[in-house]
């Protein structure tokens, strides 16, 4: 891993650091770039928005690695409400949530998870939608992997996430690949013993692609990556998969033109919308992706 990215990875994790980026007032508009907001209404504006420019949303509602019950249950509510609201103004049918379990309550006991999950699947399964679960560091895959099998006996559309550093992932594609998968890069700071670097990581995400298009799943590509969307739109054809039976992803405030564009070619794109006050360890994983990133965020608190 670039070193850059490893320190700025490694700073997430500090509370001094965490203290004062997250007190400097400049933040909350750095942090606009990428999170629509703090409340329900600024995720179903934003989503509003993407929906009317011929994209979909997958929501996040932030926060990660919650250690106490009351917090999981906090997040879990913060889901039903958001399921309410996308309901309620008809953005269900182009809109499904992403949700760590870490933020539902993995890191106390994966049966707490579950039971949390299982109340958001239930939820979005009753407002027309689904559910995809993030897949966070990889000591937490095979958890992750064994509650996503559990939800799946009662909601089998609730989607996977598959992270191409990770050694292990084109076995994984390979077993999920009738399934909805979506297919990253990996965002965590991880071991060479477990990951792979550079180059190698995107040689892994293009077996997995093709792995995922030999399967008859709905694969859901989520890269910013130009020669990577391009290498999945040859791959596509070659597999003959029309636009509709899989899906490109990106982030908010990402490459927003290159999501417009695919979409006006009549290909489903979808845009991870993150919403919340808990934006912290979500920001910088994205400067840790980005040196452009870090300079624009460090220009902007050195001239606060
Ligand atoms: P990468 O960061 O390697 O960038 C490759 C190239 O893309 C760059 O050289 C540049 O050309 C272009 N590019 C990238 N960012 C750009 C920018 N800001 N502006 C302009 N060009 C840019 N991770 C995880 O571990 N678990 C998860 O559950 C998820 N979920 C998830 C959902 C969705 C919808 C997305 C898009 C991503 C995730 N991720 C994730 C994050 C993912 O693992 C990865 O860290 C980021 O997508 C960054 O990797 P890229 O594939 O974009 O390429």
Request: aromatic residues 4%; glycine residues 4%; proline residues 4%.
């Given at each position: 891993?670039?070193?850059?990215?490893?320190?700025?990875?490694?700073?997430a994790g500090n509370d001094a650091i965490r203290r004062l980026v997250a007190t400097a007032p400049v933040s909350r508009d750095v942090?606009?770039?990428?999170?629509?907001?703090?409340?329900?209404?600024?995720?179903?504006?934003?989503?509003r928005d993407l929906v009317a420019s011929g994209r979909s949303v997958?929501?996040?509602?932030l926060g990660e690695d919650v250690t106490d019950a009351q917090q999981a249950d906090l997040n879990v509510r913060a889901?039903?409400?958001?399921?309410?609201?996308?309901?309620?103004?008809?953005?269900?049918?182009?809109?499904?949530?992403?949700?760590?379990?870490?933020?539902?309550?993995?890191?106390?006991?994966?049966?707490?998870?579950?039971?949390?999950a299982s109340r958001v699947c239930a939820a979005a399964e009753q407002c027309g939608t689904t559910v995809t679960l993030d897949m966070e560091d990889h000591t937490t895959t095979d958890s992750t992997l064994r509650v996503l099998a559990e939800l799946r006996r009662?909601?089998?559309?609730?989607?996977?996430?598959?992270?191409?550093y990770l050694r292990r992932t084109?076995?994984?594609?390979?077993?999920l690949a009738d399934t909805r998968v979506r297919l990253v890069k990996g965002a965590y700071d991880e071991p060479e013993s477990v990951a792979f670097r550079g180059h190698e990581v995107d040689l892994g995400y293009v077996r997995c692609v093709n792995a995922l298009f030999a399967g008859d799943g709905?694969?859901?590509?989520?890269?910013?990556?130009?020669?990577?969307?391009?290498?999945?739109?040859?791959?596509?054809r070659w597999y003959d998969r029309k636009p509709g039976t899989y899906e490109y992803q990106m982030l908010f405030g990402v490459r927003p033109d290159e999501q417009r564009r695919l979409a006006r070619e009549g290909e489903t794109v979808r845009v991870y919308v993150p919403y919340g006050s808990q934006w912290y360890g979500y920001l910088?994983?994205?400067?840790?992706?980005?040196?452009a990133n870090t300079t624009f965020f460090a220009r902007a608190l050195v001239s606060y």
């Open positions: 891993m670039h070193p850059l990215r490893s320190l700025i990875l490694a700073a942090v606009r770039r990428f999170v629509a907001g703090d409340r329900t209404a600024d995720a179903i504006g934003v989503t997958t929501l996040d509602h889901y039903l409400e958001l399921l309410d609201a996308l309901h309620a103004e008809g953005l269900s049918a182009r809109a499904e949530v992403s949700v760590k379990l870490s933020a539902v309550g993995q890191k106390l006991d994966e049966r707490v998870a579950l039971a949390n009662t909601w089998p559309s609730t989607g996977a996430v598959l992270q191409s084109l076995d994984d594609c390979v077993a709905y694969p859901m590509f989520a890269t910013h990556d130009p020669r990577l969307v391009r290498i999945v739109a040859e791959r596509a910088m994983r994205r400067l840790a992706e980005r040196p």
